[in-house]
T-cell receptor, first 117, second 114 residues
Framework: DVKVTQSSRYLVKRTGEKVFLECVQD?????MFWYRQDPGLGLRLIYF???????EKGDIPEGYSVSREKKERFSLILESASTNQTSMYLC????????????????FGPGTRLTVL | QKEVEQNSGPLSVPEGAIASLNCTYS??????FFWYRQYSGKSPELIMS????GDKEDGRFTAQLNKASQYVSLLIRDSQPSDSATYLC??????????????FGTGTQLKVEL
């Protein structure tokens, strides 16, 4: 089974703090993703990476950065946390395309509920 | 403008009935579609994936795709109280580096009543 783990289930930080959220997958997946989930807004993509040291902006990258130094690990960084970054953060991973027209599903970690006071 | 639309519900069905969940998408470039189930406080888990027009069945679940109408649905037969959850529809676009970029709907809450 695919296993995606996240460093914390619950996290409380203060405004202005630098926050690191860690994600590790154990299935040698090339692609990794960071989402945030808010009531009424659904899942929104923050950043993704399709290879080590590669990163691409998602739909809402402002206020976030990422790091992927190893294939299995993808970190989300909040440089200066703000109250509007209080949310559930979900990491996901997937393989690249298996064959033409056959795309791989994303597997999610358990999530980190971040509260910024 | 949202690219994947779902009715937020709640959709209530009696135990043993068929639950029908619907989703529309606006981007004709979407090539793959996924249904995820999410229990309260938990992360999404994959239920079904579908890439071609028509029906795809897996146990009590049937996914239907109509690319001409830009419509995806999920049918759950013999609904059980354990099916009560939020169901997320997602459309996938090919990434330059390979794999999918998913756009999610906001989810439909399903309640299966005894």
């Amino acid at each position: 089974d695919v296993k995606v783990t996240q460093s914390s289930r619950y996290l409380v930080k203060r405004t202005g703090e630098k926050v690191f959220l860690e994600c590790v997958q154990d299935m040698d997946h090339e692609n990794m993703f960071w989402y945030r989930q808010d009531p009424g807004l659904g899942l929104r993509l923050i950043y993704f990476s399709y290879d080590v040291k590669m990163k691409e902006k998602g739909d809402i990258p402002e206020g976030y950065s990422v790091s992927r130094e190893k294939k299995e690990r993808f970190s989300l960084i909040l440089e200066s946390a703000s109250t509007n970054q209080t949310s559930m953060y979900l990491c996901a991973s997937s393989l690249r395309e298996l064959a033409q027209g056959v795309y791989n599903e994303q597997f999610f970690g358990p999530g980190t509920r971040l509260t910024v006071l | 403008q949202k690219e994947v639309e779902q009715n937020s519900g709640p959709l209530s069905v009696p135990e043993g009935a068929i639950a029908s969940l619907n989703c529309t998408y606006s981007d004709r470039g979407s090539q793959s579609f996924f249904w995820y189930r999410q229990y309260s406080g938990k992360s999404p888990e994959l239920i079904m994936s579908i890439y071609s027009n028509g029906d795809k069945e897996d146990g009590r679940f049937t996914a239907q795709l109509n690319k001409a109408s830009q419509y995806v649905s999920l049918l759950i037969r013999d609904s059980q109280p354990s099916d009560s959850a939020t169901y997320l529809c997602a459309g996938g676009m090919i990434l330059t580096g390979g794999g999918n970029k998913l756009t999610f709907g906001t989810g439909t809450q399903l309640k299966v009543e005894l």
